[in-house]
């Protein structure tokens, strides 16, 4: 009785959206009842035995997981009874939603209630709507071989809740089915610049806040949101995970002085601890659970990973860099009542306690913990002679979570430098975005960013905009500026030029073996699609290639490549060794053939006026490839005979 998603239509929609009663149904031609009369009226021992069933049995019945949203409409359209069980906020429309994106129940308040019909009417076409976008970015990127950063503001108008839409799309890069892969690479491309979007906008509130507002740990984690769109990370799971940390500290504080008073302290508050003796039986204890007991290490042997840098990388493989391992012993030793206080030291960050007047700015009245080191305490002279060189006295000054973010961020940047397998410089562009969130006017960055854009042939008018900005901040880098406004815009009329339409002579490459029209087959997968344009190698972003495995094909990327026009209405671009004639060639059922076809021919399609311009030689190839398969199949049947 349920159907399956492929079947659920744009009718069931409609369906959905008049609601039940509205004569779009006719009385017992549900699928569970029949021969009701027409008034929807029913005399007690007269109808079939389920409306005789208690109200609540019933419901139990109609919440059924075996019943979909086009079943509950049928049902709803029976009888006055069971349109009365099937209430817009009852259970059964709640089931129906819980059931089919069980992601959504967590935006539901379970003390509060809904219009679960309306709920899912508007989740139902939300998805509609991301899938059609989706289409039309699919099938730029097959044309044009890139998506534009700028089309992401698309989403933005859709009209819908954004959770709505990144629920969606989620559920697309969740699809197991290889012929999704198109769509799930353009899923995961919008969602992580929506994301990004999203995070970029909270770091700018963050660094509103009045300076004693900014947590250390808050703002790490929005770094690490930020590098990480897709990973399923918030402030409040990392805070649950070190609260466990906590717990076991406690414990085993509470063995060596059950009336020691960082075991009555509550949480959220800010108190600390006077008694030095006291701050050092936690801090002991701390370094014994975190370094002896779980393990926590500074990574040696792969210091310079960017994983080291996120948070929650930090708390999953126990290892980190001095930044990264001091911020979780900053918030561990602030929760159990010892004020720690972040150092910008030379090459290595530490944390300082004071062991003086509260504020000092005597260095000897400090001792400075290495986190890095295991929680190791030191003197003035043994982190110089840690570093193997002298440091004056304002490296070993307190700094503010601003500060300790741009060390963070800086640490990144270096990285992203020197990052030679990254053909997209993801972790230097995630470092400047982040750079340039707190100190927008930093020329010296804005010049970067501008590059790297230029470098990466994207976004072209983006970089025109940060050129203008540079160019008002800093009028002195007015050479550097007009060098790339000028190679920027012969990049933009260039684009222009390449838009219109290419000639592509097969004579000139002889490994394109099919050509415009045919209509093929998926080796491995089984859908079909026919071709409506190729590449002599792979013409996608390294990102691409990266996601779909294209090195893992015997011929990798430098082989032809096809883009097709698939039998469920969608768009892929297929490397060749992938691809067979379709022994059973039939129509396509594809919204855009008329752009590119005239007529289907029994056996082929036969390209328009425009395609056959573009590809001059192929339709000649196509009826030669056909000929000689109908050849081959007339030798086959012959000799069976």
């Known amino acids: 009785m349920a159907a399956s998603a492929a079947e659920r239509g744009a009718l069931s929609m409609q369906q959905i959206a008049a609601g039940p009663g509205d004569g779009s ?55 006055r009874r069971l349109r009365e069980l099937c209430p817009a906020r009852g259970k059964v429309w709640r089931r129906l939603l819980s059931d089919r994106w069980t992601s959504m129940m967590k935006y539901y308040n379970s003390l509060d209630s809904y219009d679960w019909l309306e709920e899912y009417k508007t989740r139902h076409r939300a998805g509609l709507a991301v899938c059609n976008l989706l289409a039309a970015f699919s099938k730029r990127l097959i044309t044009e071989r890139h998506i534009p950063c700028e089309g992401f503001n698309d989403f933005d108008t859709l009209g819908y809740p954004t959770h709505y839409i990144e629920d969606e799309l989620l559920s697309i890069m969740d699809n197991k089915s290889k012929k999704c892969s198109m769509f799930k690479y353009c899923a995961k491309k919008i969602l992580y610049s929506m994301r990004q979007e999203t995070i970029l906008c909270n770091l700018k509130s963050f660094l509103q806040k009045p300076v004693e507002k900014q947590a250390i740990l808050e703002g790490a984690v929005l770094i690490d949101q930020y590098c990480n769109p897709l990973e399923d990370l918030s402030l409040d799971h990392i805070q649950a995970h070190l609260d466990t940390i906590l717990e076991k500290v406690k414990a085993l504080l509470s063995v060596k002085n059950n009336r020691h008073p960082a075991l009555f302290l509550q949480a959220g508050a800010t108190s600390y601890i006077e008694d030095l003796d006291l701050q050092e039986q936690v801090l002991d204890t701390l370094n014994h659970v975190l370094f002896i007991e779980m393990k926590f290490k500074g990574n040696v042997t792969d210091f310079y990973n960017p994983l080291n840098s996120y948070i929650h990388q930090v708390l999953i493989t126990k290892t980190g860099i001095p930044i990264s391992l001091s911020v979780l012993y900053l918030y561990l030793a602030e929760r159990l009542g010892v004020p720690l206080e972040p150092v910008n030291f030379p090459h290595h960050f530490m944390l300082r306690w004071c062991q003086g007047i509260q504020g000092s700015t005597d260095i000897a009245d400090y001792v400075y913990v290495d986190a890095f080191g295991g929680g190791k305490r030191l003197t003035a002279r043994e982190c110089e002679y840690m570093i193997g060189q002298h440091v004056t006295e304002e490296f070993y000054a307190a700094v503010r979570t601003k500060e300790v973010m741009q060390r963070m961020i800086g640490n990144l940047l270096n990285l992203g430098k020197r990052e030679s397998k990254d053909r997209n410089f993801m972790l230097l562009r995630v470092s400047l975005d982040l750079y340039l969130a707190m100190y927008p006017d930093s020329v010296q960055h804005l010049l970067l960013q501008a590059r790297l854009y230029f470098h990466l042939g994207i976004w072209p008018e983006k970089v025109l905009d940060i050129l203008q900005n540079i160019q008002a901040l800093d009028p002195y880098q007015h050479g550097a500026v007009a060098y790339l406004v000028q190679h920027t815009l012969e990049h933009i009329e260039k684009r222009k030029e390449d838009s219109g339409t290419t000639i592509k002579l097969r004579s000139s490459d002889t490994e394109i073996c099919y050509s415009i029209g045919l209509l093929m087959r998926h080796k491995r997968h089984g859908y079909s699609g026919v071709i409506f344009g190729w590449d002599p190698i792979c013409m996608m972003p390294p990102d691409w290639i990266e996601y779909m495995d294209t090195h893992n094909l015997i011929s990798g990327a430098n082989q032809p490549f096809y883009s097709m026009l698939l039998d469920d209405g969608s768009c892929s671009y297929v490397a060749q060794e992938n691809l067979e004639l379709h022994p059973s060639p039939k129509e ?31 339709m000649e190839f196509t009826l030669s490839s056909i000929q000689m398969t109908n050849g081959q199949s007339s030798n086959t049947s012959q000799h069976e005979c």
């Open 588 to 618: 396509i059922m594809h919204p855009d053939i008329g752009l590119y076809f005239s007529e289907f021919s029994s056996t082929h399609y036969i390209g328009n006026e425009e395609l056959k311009l573009q590809y001059p030689e192929d």
């Open 25 to 79: 149904m006719e009385p017992g031609t549900g699928p569970l009842l029949e021969e009701l009369p027409e008034d929807g009226s029913m005399e007690p021992g007269t109808g079939p035995l389920l409306v005789e069933l208690p109200g609540e049995l019933l419901e139990q019945i109609l919440c059924s997981r075996c019943l979909d949203y086009r079943d509950i409409i049928s049902i709803q359209g029976t009888c």
